[in-house]
């Protein structure tokens, strides 16, 4: 078993490293999706952002208005926002399930390679410090992963194919290149978070020079993983 971090920026390539990973043959999960099903109605994190963000973040049918709460959050122009509220509430609860879904998938296959997709790896504990919060959960990322795969590219880089992804129509691209701005500036740089890293891809060429960089980490990956099955030295 080996429990690997994927992170990187904004638009790194992240969702694009892990699919490359998924076809490879491992096993990954993303934190945004975990989160997303955390935000739903009928969940205990859905029910303390409304609690703590008011009813103007619910829309008719009862779900969350992303759009708005993104607003709240990251806050207007010039503003700090409420992304620290937000966080604490997200943060412990993405955190244990990503703990939960490595244990089953483990059960299931000792020799997995898991992989955790999530922008705010090392965030998630640099924020929590921030808020006084340096025991629990969210403390140590070491904790919860043996090897951290890092993407980086330059930040205009990065905002442009978020830009693009999200399909931001002419109209709206200045306001969707200023979110980027925001976000990207409430993630660690580059820099930090390579020198954290045990595998650092630069996500500058072409995407079969990416894929190619992946399937030699993915090799690694696996053999460590095997070894430590057959050596016995799980964790
Ligand atoms: C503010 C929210 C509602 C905005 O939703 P929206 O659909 O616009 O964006 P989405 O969730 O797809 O995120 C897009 C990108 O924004 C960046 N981003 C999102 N949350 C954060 C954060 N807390 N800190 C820094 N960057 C962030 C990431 O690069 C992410 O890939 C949402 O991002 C959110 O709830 N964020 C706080 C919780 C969180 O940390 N989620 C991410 C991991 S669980
Ligand atoms: N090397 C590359 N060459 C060309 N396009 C790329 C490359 N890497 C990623 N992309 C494209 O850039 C966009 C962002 O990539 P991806 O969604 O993988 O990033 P991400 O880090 O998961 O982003 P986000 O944080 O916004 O979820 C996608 O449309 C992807 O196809």
């Not at 978070?193 to 696996?222: M, Q, Y």
């Amino acid at each position: 078993m080996l429990r690997v971090g994927l992170t990187g920026g904004l638009g790194s390539g992240k969702s694009t490293v892990a699919a490359q990973l998924r076809a490879l043959g491992a096993q990954v999960i993303e934190a945004d999706e975990l989160g997303r099903e955390m935000m739903e109605p009928g969940h205990a994190v859905y029910d303390e952002i409304v609690r703590v963000f008011g009813p103007e973040v619910v829309v008719q049918d009862g779900r969350l208005n992303r759009p708005r709460l993104a607003q709240m959050a990251f806050g207007r122009t010039g503003e700090r926002g409420r992304l620290d509220e937000l966080n604490a509430i997200i943060h412990p609860a993405v955190i244990a399930a990503q703990q939960r879904w490595m244990e089953g998938v483990f059960a299931r296959d000792p020799a997995a390679v898991a992989v955790v997709e999530s922008a705010l790896i090392f965030e998630v504990e640099r924020d929590a410090k921030a808020r006084g919060e340096s025991e629990g959960v969210l403390a140590d990322w070491r904790n919860r992963f043996d090897h951290i795969i890092v993407l980086t590219a330059p930040d205009e880089v990065k905002i442009a194919r978020y830009v693009d992804r999200i399909g931001a129509d002419p109209a709206r691209r200045e306001a969707a290149i200023a979110d980027a701005r925001t976000r990207l500036a409430r993630q660690m740089p580059d820099a930090e978070k390579a020198a954290r890293a045990d595998f650092v891809l630069e996500n500058v060429g072409d995407l079969e020079s990416l894929r190619a960089r992946v399937c030699a980490i993915w090799e690694r990956l696996r053999a460590e993983s095997n070894n430590r099955l057959n050596s016995g030295s799980l964790k």
